[in-house]
């Protein structure tokens, strides 16, 4: 669906170890995913879903497809990358393609491998680079303020007045720090087309990614528990990983898998959670189609209709929507399948107007 997570954070953090586990999760599942085409630095992987087996073992499909969520890897920023520094505007402006930002943040000591500004801080580091990103915005707005100013003097755009107005208010905003996503106006339809236009970083979601040694994975270190309330207080998620650890577990099995994060006591591993997070964080959710060919889910935008959802498997199933078929995940389960779930009078046909369900079990009726 053209929609990705992009991951960033100072060299050294992690981020490309977490980011070559995410490939080689990729890479494991690239039999399934004969469509994508990968380029260096990004990685299609799949979200997983236990449903899929469930259904599965239903229905005996000759396949399982999962959901898909796209990751860019962001070269690392530095300070200064606003103005140049490193390959700074470069990757500030692969940033700008994507919808929601992992913040790789380092929450573990080691000698052996140095930190760019020579300490462990994670509240400094994360400093850094929303500083880079809040003047990489100031720049955008000052450049449209300009050009609106020279509109609103010249009278010919009739909106750019009300327009001006707003982005000097958003410009004083940003210079005051506070990033675009807390902006009192973020609603207004005026904000959305500027921010449709400029993609600004600072509007754009934000996971952090605690990167900690093994022994912090059970128990919070110091580093964490200071970017769990500084997340809190700004309104943004956490997830913990070891990116070693992570790497370690693409290896495995699924029953390996489950083994090893037991012995290390936690019940999900973080690229798994940062998948899940960074799939809800897009808006996005899953429906699926269950037949002896594949079991498979797909993705759709929160609050489609059920013609939208169709249209994801074939733009033809869109143009002649006529009706869809539905069953909920939880009553396809419960009663064994479709034609038990029909028997049961659980089988619903809806209209044009019906907003599909995560996990909605569907079959639709269309005329070409």
Known sequence: MGLSVGIVGLPNVGKSTTFNALTKTQNAQAANYPFCTIEPNKAVVPVPDRRLAELAKIVNPEKIQHSTIEFVDIAGLVKGASKGEGLGNQFLANIKETEVILHIVRCFEDSNITHVEGSIDPLRDIEIIETELLISDMQSVQKRVEKLTRLAKSGTDKEAKANLELAIELLKHIEDGKPARIFSKKDDDRFLLLDKELRLLSNKEIIYGANVDEESLKEDNKYVTELKKYAQDNGCDVIKLCSKIEE???????????????????KESGLDKIIHLGFAKLGLISYFTAGVKEVRAWTIKN??????????????????????????????????????????????????????????????????
Request: contains cysteine; aromatic residues 10%.
């Open 248 to 266: 370690e577990l693409v290896g495995l099995s699924n029953e390996e898998q489950v083994e090893f994060l037991e012995e290390l006591g936690v």
């Open 303 to 368: 609050g489609d209709k059920a013609p939208a959802a169709a249209g994801v498997i074939h733009n033809d199933f869109e143009k002649g929507f006529i009706k869809a078929e539905v069953i909920s995940y939880d009553d396809f389960i419960k009663h064994g399948g479709e034609q038990k779930a029909k028997e049961a009078g659980v089988l619903r046909i809806e209209g044009k107007d019906y907003v599909v369900c995560d996990g909605d079990v569907m079959h639709f009726r269309f005329n070409v």
